[in-house]
């Protein structure tokens, strides 16, 4: 027999579907007054198989956790004009670094990481045999060896 409660137990779209309807009722009593373009979009999300308590734009509250979907929605032409005031970037697409974009900027990463390891590992050479045991030697060690493995996996991704 299915039981909700058992660990294994996997929910059904239809029981899915039930419960963001049940959140979607209860977040409509406590969310306030809508505009009706904002309840066709809550409506929408909603019925896409998405919670109220998400939102599209990626967008966290001060407590860490992902804002509601209205809250979102509302906040998001606020987010997108101080980040272009901060950034000094007009381009709404700024936000979102295409892949070329992302793979220059990691690559600007990696060599910034292959510097710093490289000047760590000189550092290390450079240490007296009598002192090669101590603390601090062995904590530039771990840094190297920690370096070598970041750049091996972004090596392996980019």
Same mark, same amino acid.
């Given at each position: 027999? $299915?039981?909700?409660?058992? /660990? $294994?137990?996997?929910?059904?779209?239809?029981?899915?579907?039930?419960?963001? +309807?049940?959140?979607? /009722?209860?977040? =409509?009593?406590?969310?306030?007054?809508?505009?009706?373009?904002?309840?066709?979009?809550?409506?929408?999300?909603?019925?896409?198989?998405?919670?109220? $308590?998400? $939102?599209? *734009?990626?967008? *966290?509250?001060?407590?860490?956790?992902?804002?509601?979907?209205?809250?979102?929605?509302?906040?998001?032409?606020?987010?997108?004009? *101080?980040?272009? =005031?901060?950034?000094?970037?007009?381009?709404?697409?700024?936000? *979102?670094?295409?892949?070329? +974009?992302?793979?220059?900027?990691? =690559?600007?990463?990696?060599?910034?990481?292959?510097?710093?390891?490289?000047?760590?590992? =000189?550092?290390?050479?450079?240490?007296?045999?009598?002192?090669?045991?101590?603390?601090?030697?062995?904590?530039? /060690?771990?840094?190297?060896?920690?370096?070598?493995?970041?750049?091996?996996?972004?090596?392996?991704?980019?």
């Amino acid at each position: 027999m $299915n039981n909700p409660y058992d /660990e $294994n137990y996997v929910f059904t779209d239809e029981e899915i579907q039930e419960m963001l +309807q049940r959140d979607l /009722e209860q977040y =409509k009593t406590t969310v306030g007054s809508l505009t009706p373009y904002e309840r066709r979009l809550l409506l929408e999300w909603v019925a896409g198989g998405n919670s109220v $308590n998400d $939102n599209p *734009y990626g967008l *966290y509250g001060d407590n860490g956790s992902p804002m509601d979907f209205i809250a979102a929605r509302r906040a998001y032409p606020e987010f997108v004009a *101080y980040y272009k =005031k901060t950034v000094g970037n007009a381009s709404h697409d700024a936000c *979102y670094p295409t892949r070329r +974009q992302r793979r220059a900027a990691v =690559k600007q990463v990696i060599s910034r990481l292959s510097s710093i390891r490289d000047a760590e590992q =000189k550092s290390l050479d450079n240490v007296p045999e009598n002192l090669q045991g101590s603390d601090s030697y062995e904590a530039g /060690e771990l840094a190297v060896d920690a370096l070598d493995e970041i750049l091996d996996l972004l090596a392996q991704v980019y």
